[in-house]
């Protein structure tokens, strides 16, 4: 019903910046939460950040807080993270993922993204 596309992975140094976006597509499109996860090598998948359909409610994993924003635009059905001050520990395929209601979660989503990689370098 859903598709998710990642897109704005690439190589940095540390302490540089990216900005990741999530093109979602399908016949409609309702009141999804939206979610970024990410997964290093040889590593589980971790939640990174989460936001409510508005907008106005967002929550970060702690080892990002501070550091990365996600935000929305409802009008283009896209979400993004920005990552700023980027550690060679943040170096992971990361996810986008859709929740079928509004309010927002760390663990619940029902559509995933292929991933985009990000590699931070020392």
């Known amino acids: 019903q859903v598709q998710l596309v990642e897109s704005g992975g690439g190589l940095v140094q540390a302490g540089g910046s990216l900005r990741l976006s999530c093109a979602a597509s399908g016949r409609t499109f309702g009141s999804y939460a939206m979610g970024w996860f990410r997964q290093g090598p040889g590593k589980e998948r971790a939640f990174v950040a989460t936001?409510?359909?508005?907008?106005?409610?967002?929550y970060y994993a702690d080892s990002v807080k501070g550091r990365f924003t996600i935000s929305r635009d409802n009008a283009k059905n896209t979400v993004y993270l920005q990552m700023n001050s980027l550690k060679p520990e943040d170096t992971a395929v990361y996810y986008c993922?859709?929740?079928?209601?509004?309010?927002?979660?760390?663990?619940?989503?029902?559509?995933w993204g292929q991933g985009t990689q990000v590699t931070v370098s020392s």
């Open positions: 936001i409510s359909w508005s907008g106005s409610n967002t």
């Open positions: 993922a859709a929740r079928r209601i509004a309010i927002p979660s760390t663990t619940l989503y029902d559509y």
